[in-house]
């Protein structure tokens, strides 16, 4: 079980990991070793809760599919156990942000002194603007 918050785990029998080579700079070792990892969750075949289940599924997120399955690659390191833990953690992200509540937002009301310097400071720049008219002799 890799535990994501509070009450909140994964289980690991839902999460499978396959080695492939990494892309980019790294003279031939890049040739020789799979050292980057994806990482592929079953969304709807796993053991979440079906709240958040559905909230995963509906992310607008390029890296969940129609069919509920999040892929990610993790390649940022030489060693594989850390590009695990990496995707690991990236997942685990995800899981976090859609289960945290929406937090609702109450509209205010501004009040009535800041409505008073709303207007006076209307009223001033507008007097400026009177002022820079054109000066007549009389």
Do not use: W
């Not at 535990?3 to 700079?25: C, N, S, T, V």
């Not at 031939?28 to 079906?50: T, W």
């Amino acid at each position: 079980m890799y535990h994501i918050q509070d009450d909140l785990y994964l289980d690991e029998r839902d999460i499978e990991f396959g080695m492939i080579r990494a892309q980019g700079a790294g003279g031939q070792n890049v040739n020789k070793v799979s050292s980057a990892v994806h990482l592929r969750f079953d969304v709807r075949a796993s053991s979440l809760p079906d709240h958040i289940k559905d909230a995963l599924c509906e992310l607008a997120d390029r890296r969940v599919s129609k069919d509920g399955i999040i892929v990610i690659k993790a390649q940022a390191f030489r060693s594989q156990e850390k590009n695990r833990a990496e995707a690991l953690e990236r997942l685990a992200e995800m899981v976090r942000t859609v289960a945290q509540p929406v937090k609702l937002r109450r509209p205010t009301r501004p009040t009535r002194a800041s409505q008073r310097r709303r207007v006076q400071g209307k009223v001033q720049h507008g007097e400026v603007k009177r002022l820079r008219g054109k000066v007549t002799d009389g």
